[in-house]
């Protein structure tokens, strides 16, 4: 006995419509199968697997999207926060007569590298400051648009007069650096914000002297 | 797989935060993941300065390597010369250009396809070791 296949044409567009919308990413597919599942008809297997496979694909994709909103959206509220936490935290700190401190925490964008620069710059030349520490201990990543930041504001630093040096590069920044290829070669660096303090003091002819015999 | 869109320089941040977590959970060192995300910084960056906007994808690697695969996708004006991009000191745009050499130094693996007027796409993988 041969099975029937019945308005083979019409499922049979169905079908490979339904295919080339999934492939263009559209899953919602609206076909009743046929009106009274008929499993003699050979097609009405294909087009069950066919359907329900497409259905599935149409789950899983909403599922994913969904799950990329979701990082999407916290990834955008933790940015949200570190740009709140970061427009709080950039304190320029006079420790000395004549000496700055700029002790840089996070992540340097363009815009806020130029802000702190332009506010470094200005208190430099208000305070009369002859040496200036930028500290990035805070600084989990120097890339080459961080590093090309920080080399422009130590030359305009030192065009105002101010002598200045950088202080505190992590060991694995250092090593990033260097794979980088870019060239601190130029700029003062020292370990940490205590050698620098040091640093700063002698450029001044200061000299700290322990006093002896006192309990 | 993730994916982080750039459109705009916060989004550079984001990828290089997004990228940062798995490499933690992946088991990376904190040298290691500070050359990844820095050559993922490079990376963003150069979509949103040169492409306006594109797409970095994070993936786990497990076969032959273990380890990370970030994926860089952009529609914008497409690399001229490949080669002469990956030139240290080569920028057109007043850069240091050492945002391609340098990131293919902090990874294991770099590879770059790009078509002028078409687009850019830079797959770099980080491999575990040991
Ligand atoms: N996604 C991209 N689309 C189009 N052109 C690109 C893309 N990425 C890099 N380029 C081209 O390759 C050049 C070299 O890139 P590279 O990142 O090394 O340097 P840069 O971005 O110019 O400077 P730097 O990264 O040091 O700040 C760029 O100047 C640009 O012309
Ligand atoms: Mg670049």
Redesign the pocket.
């Given at each position: 006995m041969s099975k029937r296949v019945k308005d083979l044409d019409s499922r049979l567009e169905r079908l490979e419509g339904a295919l080339t919308l999934a492939n263009t990413g559209t899953f919602d597919i609206d076909v009743e199968v046929s009106d009274e599942l008929d499993f003699d008809d050979p097609l009405t297997a294909v087009e069950t697997g066919v359907y329900v496979l497409i259905n599935d694909m149409g789950e899983q994709v909403m599922e994913s999207r969904k799950r990329s909103q979701e990082l999407q959206d916290k990834l955008n509220l933790i940015e949200k926060q570190r740009q709140a936490i970061e427009e709080l935290s950039t304190p320029i700190i006079k420790i000395w007569d004549q000496v700055l401190v700029l002790p840089l925490i996070g992540t340097l964008d363009t815009r806020r590298s130029q802000k702190l620069t332009e506010a470094l710059l200005t208190d430099i030349s208000a305070t009369q400051t002859k040496v200036t520490i930028i500290d990035i201990t805070g600084v989990p990543n120097v890339d080459?648009?961080v590093a090309?930041h920080l080399l422009k504001t130590v030359a305009a630093v030192q065009l105002l007069g101010a002598s200045c040096v950088i202080t505190g590069i992590r060991p694995e920044v250092a090593q990033t650096i260097v794979h980088l290829g870019v060239d601190l070669g130029g700029v003062e660096t020292l370990s940490n914000l205590a050698e620098g303090l040091q640093w700063a003091l002698n450029r001044l002819k200061y000299r700290i002297l322990k006093e002896e015999g006192v309990q | 797989m993730i994916v982080v869109r750039i459109k705009d320089v916060g989004d550079i941040i984001k990828a290089r935060s997004a990228v940062k977590d798995v490499a933690e959970k992946l088991g990376f060192g904190i040298v290691d993941r500070t050359r990844i995300s820095t050559a993922v910084s490079?990376?963003a960056?150069?979509?949103y300065?040169?492409?306006k906007e594109?797409d970095v994808q994070i993936e786990e690697l497990s076969n032959p390597h273990k380890g990370i695969r970030i994926t860089?996708i952009?529609h914008?004006?497409?690399?001229e010369d490949i080669d002469l991009?990956?030139k240290d000191g080569?920028?057109?745009?007043?850069?240091?250009?050492?945002?391609?050499?340098?990131?293919r130094r902090l990874v294991d693996l770099m590879e770059i396809e790009?078509q002028p007027g078409k687009?850019?796409t830079?797959i770099i993988e980080k491999w575990l070791k040991g």
């Open positions: 080459s648009a090309n | 490079e990376l960056r150069n979509i300065l040169f492409a594109g860089f952009d914008g004006p497409g690399i991009a990956l080569w920028s057109s745009s007043n850069g240091m250009g050492k945002g391609l050499p340098g990131a790009s687009g850019t830079v």
